[in-house]
Nanobody, 129 residues
Framework: QVQLVESGGGLVQAGGSLRLSCAASGRTFSSHAMGWFRQAPGKEREFVAAIKWTGGRTYYADSVKGRLTISRDNAKNTVVLQMNSLKPEDTAVYRC??????????????????????WGQGTQVTVSS
């Protein structure tokens, strides 16, 4: 069983920054990639960013490119989402997810997140205008 625990959400003014962390644990944790997704009230889940454990290749939604940065710490099994220049439209519940098996670049970024097998409980990010 793999557990993912997010932390770092909160309330911030537009233009501010937040840093989200996702710590993975469990018996013999091994992941191909980890991603961040978000869902705002009344909206569908959307892909935010992903990173491959091996090689560290990163992927971003167009709406967050240049403002959000995903990184990993392999030794700590932790993925970090650094969020800068936040906008009110970034307000959502952010969840991290882990993919244990290989995913294509296309499936890694699928907005439904259905190709990821493990999910955290989510952390609220609220950006005030």
């Amino acid at each position: 069983q793999v557990q993912l625990v997010e932390s770092g959400g909160g309330l911030v003014q537009a233009g501010g920054s937040l840093r989200l962390s996702c710590a993975a644990s469990g018996r013999t944790f091994s992941s191909h990639a980890m991603g961040w997704f978000r869902q705002a009230p009344g909206k569908e889940r959307e892909f935010v960013a992903a990173i491959k454990w091996t090689g560290g290749r990163t992927y971003y939604a167009d709406s967050v490119k240049g403002r959000l940065t995903i990184s990993r710490d392999n030794a700590k099994n932790t993925v970090v989402l650094q969020m800068n220049s936040l906008k009110p439209e970034d307000t959502a519940v952010y969840r991290c997810a882990a993919a244990a098996r290989y995913l294509s670049d296309y499936n890694l970024q699928d907005p439904s997140g259905s190709f990821y097998g493990y999910w955290g409980q989510g952390t609220q990010v609220t950006v005030s205008s």
